[in-house]
């Protein structure tokens, strides 16, 4: 079972980015997939979810407006588009399947990660 992310890079503030999350060895479509980041020196946090159940999605307030999560389950690849990105947003981005909500310790699965640079 492996998740793989990627589209990371450098943008300038204000530009946008769409990140990608390929699954493989098992169907993730009835899975919940998160994102979280990590920026130098900082805890690893909530991004976002995409419910399996209706696709229904939550976001962290410091992203909500400017991040959206979408899934295509015939690819089994999960999104996180990033518009109007601040220097603030750059981190190390995982995406995450089979958690709860915005709790790290829940999600059974993660990727490798993929860096967002985005400078000022």
């Known amino acids: 079972v492996q998740l793989q992310a990627s589209g990371g890079g450098l943008v300038q503030a204000g530009g946008s980015l769409r990140l990608s999350c390929a699954a493989s060895?098992?169907?993730?479509?009835?899975?919940?997939m998160g994102w979280f980041r990590q920026a130098p020196g900082k805890e690893r946090e909530f991004v976002g979810i995409?419910?399996?159940?209706?696709?229904?999605?939550d976001y962290a307030d410091s992203v909500k407006g400017r991040f959206t999560i979408s899934r295509d389950n015939a690819k089994n690849t999960v999104y996180l588009q990033m518009n109007k990105l601040k220097p603030e947003d750059t981190a190390v981005y995982y995406c995450?399947?089979?958690?709860?909500?915005?709790?790290?310790?829940?999600?059974?699965?993660w990727g490798q990660g993929t860096l967002v640079t985005v400078s000022s």
């Open positions: 995450a399947a089979g958690g709860y909500g915005g709790s790290r310790a829940t999600y059974e699965y």
């Open positions: 060895g098992r169907d993730f479509s009835r899975d919940n």
């Open positions: 995409i419910r399996w159940i209706i696709g229904s999605t």
